[in-house]
């Protein structure tokens, strides 16, 4: 279904009736986020109270997942916010987090600490979205005449609030981030976002939207630039 918003400028459609110059469709995959270091959390519940020692970019979140598990209140839970290894998204999420509490509650009076193991760490990630970008686009005078850009990707948002219990209220704007606001001025300029079905989770990676639609974008005026015969920094700055 067509999600977030985008951008209509012209009259696309009648820009493309005659010769089309590129058709081009890029594919991008599911990517883990490859943190310096693997997912860690410490745990210590004792004298009712919950303590936590994790790198973290939630630690909010963390605080009320882990409030949740122990059968605390939030006031009876502190998150000692650590040095983070890497974070690009991946410790936006608190399931390593919510792993060491469980064993901690299992253990309660000792100190637990969960590392995950590499192999663990890719495979069990939240994912940057497999993604796909279709161009159709046409010259006229050595620049881009008309630019239609449509994308595709499953919904982070809808994901990460899933994963939190929280509604995804609303179109999820990450799906066109880098797509729609490049700075150009083509006189007819089109782009649509669609949110693809679930699949795996998949959650922040680094620039989020913005890791798939720039190089979807970019890659087509580069093949456009080409095809033009004009140099690519050269070809941009005209528009």
Request: cysteine-free.
């Amino acid at each position: 279904m067509q999600d977030a918003r985008g951008r209509d400028d012209g009259d696309v459609d009648a820009a493309l009736t005659g010769t089309v110059a590129l058709e081009a469709e890029y594919v991008v995959p599911y990517l883990a986020h490859a943190t310096m270091e693997p997912m860690s959390a410490i745990a210590w519940l004792h004298d009712g109270m919950l303590e936590i020692w994790t790198g973290t970019q939630a630690p909010g979140m963390a605080q009320s997942a882990a409030a949740k598990i122990a059968g605390l209140e939030a006031e009876k839970v502190a998150v000692h916010t650590q040095l983070m290894g890497g974070g690009f998204g991946r410790r936006a999420e608190v399931d390593a987090v919510r792993q060491a509490v469980h064993v901690a509650k299992a253990l309660e009076g000792t100190p637990v600490l969960v590392s995950w193991t590499r192999e663990e760490d890719m495979t069990h990630d939240m994912y940057r979205p497999m993604a796909m970008g279709r161009v159709r686009a046409t010259l006229a005078d050595g620049a881009i005449a008309a630019f239609d850009f449509a994308t595709a990707a499953t919904s982070t948002i809808a994901s990460l609030a899933g994963r939190l219990g929280f509604p995804a209220m609303g179109p999820d704007a990450t799906i066109l981030q880098a797509a729609w606001e490049q700075p150009y001025a083509f006189p007819n300029y089109r782009v649509t976002g669609y949110r693809a079905p679930d699949a795996v989770p998949v959650g922040f990676w680094r620039s989020v939207g913005a890791s798939q639609n720039a190089f979807f974008h970019e890659s087509a005026v580069d093949e456009l630039a080409h095809l033009a015969g004009v140099d690519p920094m050269l070809f941009r700055m005209r528009r």
